[in-house]
């Protein structure tokens, strides 16, 4: 590519937008050229309006930019959002509405049928679905989100076992207090201590996955007919979420095949040599004490999922542990993947 893409990032200032900053300060594709968020943040220079909370730098020229209302018509076609929930539903419509291509991390269009729920290495065909929002939404533009982050980690992990027959699954997590924004969780609840629910997260990993790992058809995305129980926990880790899953499966061609099959496991971003795509997926670590969040959570930038401890497991069949970087391929990661998907499919043109 001779000139990369202009974009921009709606909720710039928050926890997510910060990290899109970060992934995309040396994309070779894309280059942040619009900055949106809050009333209360537009007008100013993005350097005062952030309290900057990444390890690394922020960059100088995203830093001199002025942040604008998060309104369509001025911002590049292609926006990424890392908007909250209680104001992204409204307005990534609205940019959707008006011609603008929306890469979102929020939650409020993930389960409409029309709206791809996307993990490339997954389900990539899935994005098809982009071309019935111009005719049932009569959008000239449209929006992509990626899966909540507890649900890309197990979704992930399944996904290589799709050929086995996929039933039921329990997963209870262990989610990193990052998750949940900045300040997130007061210091007293969560140090020492374990938080049994993460609200809303149930919910979303059990509907979810199975939209994900389900069939793209004219009508909409139907869903995977698989089984999901899950329980949300918060405990004290910075990044990386940790789950613990049990799965039943239709057929059972033994446990060496299964740890070969997450090996093996890829995707379109690997096949495309997408710019943020890891070399491997999914990243089986055959140590019995891991994976760990603090030894394995920045695994190939953030983006790589790993996977350990699978061993029979006396109620479903089989267990295994599950973790990857919540921000990054939980969150910010994920976005900026799909958009590189999109660019070699041919939507943004």
Known sequence: MNRKIEVGILGATGTVGQEFIAQLSDHPWFTVTWVGASERSAGKTYREATPWRLPVPRPDRVADMVVERVTPGQAPKLV?????????GEVETAFAETGHVVVSNARNHRMDPLVPLVIPEVNADHLQLLAAQGTSKGWSGGIVTNPNC????????LAPLRPFGLRQVIV???QAVSGGGYPGVASLDIVGNVVPIVRGEEEKMETETKKILGQATPAGAEPHPLVVSASTTRVPVINGHTELASVALETDPGQEALVRAMQEFSGRPQEADLPSAPPRPIVYMHEDDRPQPRLDADRDGGMAVCVGRLRPCPVLGYKFVTMGHNTVRGAAGAAVLNAELLKVDGALA
């Open 150 to 157: 507890s649900t890309i980690m197990l979704a992930m992990a």
């Open 80 to 88: 990424f959002s890392g908007l909250d929930a209680s104001v992204a």
């Open 172 to 174: 209870s997590t262990l």
